[in-house]
């Protein structure tokens, strides 16, 4: 195997950082990867052979020959360092450190003080906007916002095979077109946005968490709202994309949507009562769901008797809307609100609707230009089914109309619905 002369530094040695890192070995890409945390250098190397195995064979359980395979791999082009100025060997520096803009805006500037030549910076953030961090890059020597971008993969790496790439408002066209050359070498997809909240891929996540929170508060019970999702035909259920996430990252990023748009994204306050409880997820074996191995991404989890417990007084405080509303919601005789009356076509309907109305809006407020971008991103990067070829077209295969009738309806249950 030849070894390109193009390396990888990242910084940040956790679960994603990790997983990314497996990604540019995979494609014979040496990495160095820097963390302060001792702890996460010495797991870091057999993390990486783990996730290295499982990218290698396409299964969740690798054979001993591909374990074999990633830890010759890992021994030949990988470093792990708690120098940060080890990474001005490095030509291309990506970060996947804590999601908060100060902490980044901080290391960017420390790591400006140890470099000795100009570098592209990319951010694995998933939620911060580029200009907000490119702030950070003033008056530094080896940084400038024109060779700043994101750079965000999504979860689980190794089965998601989409990068988002965004631009922020100086980022120059070289900076994208390497990016985006760096996202093929590793066989990943680009899609280029625009800087916003949420960028688009998580803008489109968030209505399908949040909606199946609300239901979840109304009385459904999360493995009738799992299941309808799944039967559907999504690749995971919420609970289980927020449960990967961590409870703790995945409210983080509600608070940024709920900032960005008061007016119809409502803050809640299940996230922060299961955390409260000590959920996390299964970084800690504990969320919606029980995990036995926290390190066995197979295990799906099972059903947790005391969530209930949990959320009888917040679902006694849910404000649920009247089926008496007047909504146009021709799936039944009234709206069905209640938990108890509720159908899978409502769970769904109110879902996807959610999503429908949200792509719309980031069409509108200019993060990509075409609809098609929206369905990519949904497809390739949220595991939304490719036979329904996103959410356009599935609103087309539903009928647009009605689609538009039902959400002009639920605008009584959440303005999120208003039809842009």
Not at 49 to 64: I, Y
Not at 220 to 238: K, L, N, Q, T, Y
Not at 276 to 298: C, M, P, Q, T, V
Not at 368 to 379: H, M, Q
């Amino acid at each position: 195997m030849t070894t390109p002369s193009t390396s990888l530094g990242i910084a940040g040695g956790g679960l994603m950082g990790c997983s990314i890192a497996a990604a540019f070995l995979r494609a014979g890409i040496p990495v160095l990867l820097y963390d302060l945390s001792a702890e996460a250098r010495t797991a870091a190397p057999e993390r990486l052979t783990a996730e290295l195995a499982c990218q290698l064979s396409g299964r969740a359980e690798p054979s001993s020959d591909d374990l074999a395979e990633a830890r010759r791999r890992v021994a030949a082009l990988f470093t792990v360092t708690g120098e940060a100025a080890d990474l001005d060997r490095a030509e291309i520096i990506l970060e996947t450190i804590v999601e908060k803009s100060k902490v980044k805006q901080k290391f960017y500037r420390g790591l400006d003080k140890v470099c000795t030549g100009e570098k592209l910076l990319l951010s694995n953030t998933s939620t911060i906007r580029i200009g907000e961090l490119a702030r950070g890059l003033d008056g530094t020597k080896h940084f400038s916002g024109g060779r700043f971008c994101g750079f965000h993969f999504f979860h689980p790496v190794r089965k998601r095979s989409l990068v988002e790439i965004i631009r922020g408002e100086g980022t120059n066209v070289e900076t994208i077109a390497r990016a985006e050359e760096t996202a093929r070498r590793i066989e990943k997809e680009p899609i280029v946005v625009s800087d916003g909240p949420g960028f688009l891929v998580n803008r489109l996540l968030n209505p399908y968490l949040e909606e199946s929170m609300t239901l979840l508060l109304e009385g459904v019970s999360p493995e009738r709202i799992a299941a309808a999702c799944r039967a559907f035909g999504m690749e995971m259920d919420p609970f289980r994309i927020m449960d990967e996430i961590g409870l703790d990252v995945t409210m983080h990023s509600g608070w940024t949507f709920f900032k960005a748009f008061p007016d119809y994204i409502q803050s809640g306050d299940l996230l922060p009562a299961m955390i409260d409880d000590g959920r996390l997820g299964r970084k800690n074996g504990r969320g919606f769901r029980l995990y036995r191995g926290r390190g066995n991404w197979s295990d799906e989890g099972e059903a947790d008797p005391s969530l209930d417990a949990l959320l009888a007084p917040l679902r006694a405080r849910h404000q649920t809307p009247s089926a008496e509303s007047g909504a146009d919601f021709p799936l039944g005789a009234h709206l069905a609100l209640s938990g108890r009356g509720i159908s899978d076509e409502v769970i769904t309907m109110r879902v996807f609707c959610a999503v429908l109305t949200e792509a719309r809006r980031a069409l509108r407020d200019g993060i990509v230009d075409r609809p098609s971008e929206a369905d990519r991103a949904l497809t390739r990067g949220l595991g939304f089914p490719e036979a329904k070829g996103g959410i356009f077209p599935w609103a087309e295969s539903v009928g647009t109309e009605r689609v538009k009738g039902i959400c002009r309806g639920l605008e009584a249950l959440n303005p999120k619905y208003a039809w842009a």
